[in-house]
C-alpha cells in the first residue's frame, strides 16, 4: 500500500467515527463540484477541527478569508451561537453564489454573509464598519497574500483571538528560503510574521491525509 493510499484509508476512518457529514454538507460538496468549483476546500476532518477550534474559542464573531463553495463555512457557522455572525470574503462571484446556496440550505444564512471581491479591498470597508472584534479568523485564500492577509486579522481581533491560516506547507517549498513561487513567499512572510510580531504567538503543524501533505499555522493573539 502506498503511503497516499494509506493516508486516505486513515482519514477516511477518522472521518467516518469523528466527524460524520449529514445533507447540508454533502450538499454544498456536490452543488461546488456540479459548478465546477476546483476541490481545493477543506476535508471533512479539517471542518471539523475548525468547528472544535471555534467552539473552544466561544466565538460569537467570525472571519473567513476564502469562502470557496461555503464547506468551510458551514463547519464555522454551525459553531455560533443563534445570535453570532460570520462575514465569508470571496473573490470569485461565481464561487460566492454556489456558496450563498449551500449556506442557506443549511439554514445558515441568519448568521453568515459572504462578501464579493478581492480580500484586500474587502477587508478596509468591513474594517470602516468599527465591527465587533472577530474571535476566530480563518484564512484560506490566494497564498501569495496570506502575510497581508494575517496584517489585517491582526487589525480586526483582540486578546485571546484566534487566526488560522491553511495551506502553508507548499509541498514541503515553505522551508526553501531561495523560492520566488508568489504561494511560497506569501507563506513564509504569514510564519515570519507569526514568529515576530509581538501580539502573536504560534506555531504550524504538518498534515497528510486526504489532502497530501500539507498543514496549517495557528496563532494566539496577546494583546
Do not use: C
Not at 493516508?7 to 456536490?30: G, K
Not at 467552539?55 to 476564502?66: H, K, S
Amino acid at each position: 500500500m502506498s503511503g497516499s493510499q494509506l493516508w486516505d484509508d486513515v482519514d477516511d476512518y477518522f472521518i467516518s467515527r469523528l466527524s460524520p457529514d449529514d445533507e447540508a454538507l454533502r450538499s454544498a460538496l456536490r452543488e461546488s463540484e456540479a459548478a465546477g468549483l476546483p476541490r481545493i476546500g477543506v476535508t471533512a476532518a479539517q471542518g471539523k477541527l475548525l468547528h472544535l477550534l471555534a467552539r473552544l474559542q466561544g466565538a460569537r464573531n467570525i472571519l473567513e478569508i476564502g469562502t470557496l463553495g461555503g464547506y468551510s463555512t458551514i463547519w464555522l457557522a454551525r459553531a455560533l451561537p443563534e445570535d453570532g455572525r460570520l462575514v465569508s470574503l470571496e473573490y470569485s462571484a461565481r464561487h460566492a453564489e454556489v456558496a450563498g446556496r449551500n449556506i442557506a440550505r443549511a439554514g445558515l444564512e441568519r448568521v453568515a454573509q459572504v462578501r464579493v471581491g478581492p480580500a484586500l479591498e474587502s477587508l478596509p470597508k468591513l474594517a470602516d464598519e468599527n465591527p465587533a472584534p472577530f474571535d476566530l479568523v480563518f484564512i484560506d485564500a490566494d497564498k501569495a497574500n496570506s502575510g497581508r492577509y494575517v496584517e489585517w486579522a491582526l487589525r480586526l481581533t483582540r486578546a485571546g483571538s484566534l487566526i488560522v491560516v491553511d495551506n502553508v506547507v507548499r509541498g514541503g517549498r515553505v522551508a526553501d528560503p531561495d523560492s520566488t513561487e508568489p504561494d511560497v513567499v506569501g507563506s513564509r512572510a504569514a510564519i515570519e510574521l507569526i514568529a515576530t510580531h509581538p501580539r502573536l504567538s504560534g506555531t504550524a503543524i504538518q498534515t497528510v491525509g486526504g489532502k497530501g501533505y500539507d498543514g496549517f499555522a495557528l496563532a494566539h493573539v496577546l494583546g
